[in-house]
């Protein structure tokens, strides 16, 4: 039986990062997930924003990857923050108290991901064209 697969998306701006997730986030899935964070940290790059308008499903295990990544970021002086939570990570966020640890503005402007027209030019960071293939692809079984 084949299980949901979760499509990783990176783009990269100087030391900021736009990972955009696509599918569903659970035990299987989760150390995709979480390989995918810990690759921005290794590479630098300490602020991290998620979006999540494509993920269908979280469960507990994805709210734990992002809270160990969000604590690794701090660490290393950075933040991750969520953006567009489906509303099964909304609730738990909501339940366990600490979505002021992962939701919030995020500290500047979001890159604009591939294909889409960039928000407003900002001067220090110029667009890097970025090929709109996966960064990490799993199909979990």
């Given amino acids: 039986m084949l299980r949901p697969q979760l499509t990783v998306y990176r783009h990269v701006r100087r ?31 300490h602020t ?9 499903f979280c469960d507990c295990s994805g709210l734990n990857t ?7 970021a701090t660490v290393a002086g950075g ?8 509303p099964m990570l909304a609730r738990m966020l909501e339940l366990t108290g600490c979505g002021f640890l992962l939701l919030g503005p995020p500290s500047g402007p979001l890159p604009s991901p591939p294909g889409d027209a960039p928000a407003a030019p900002t001067p220090a960071l110029p667009h890097e064209p970025v090929p709109p293939a996966p960064v990490l692809s799993g199909d979990v079984r």
């Fill in 66 to 72: 992002f809270l160990c990544a969000a604590q690794q």
């Fill in 15 to 45: 030391n900021r990062a736009l990972i955009t997730l696509s599918g569903e986030i659970d035990l299987d899935s989760a150390p995709l997930l979480c390989a995918s964070l810990e690759r921005c940290l290794r590479d630098g790059i």
């Fill in 79 to 86: 933040a991750l923050r969520l953006h567009h939570p489906p």
């Fill in 48 to 56: 991290v924003d998620v979006d999540l308008t494509s993920v269908r």
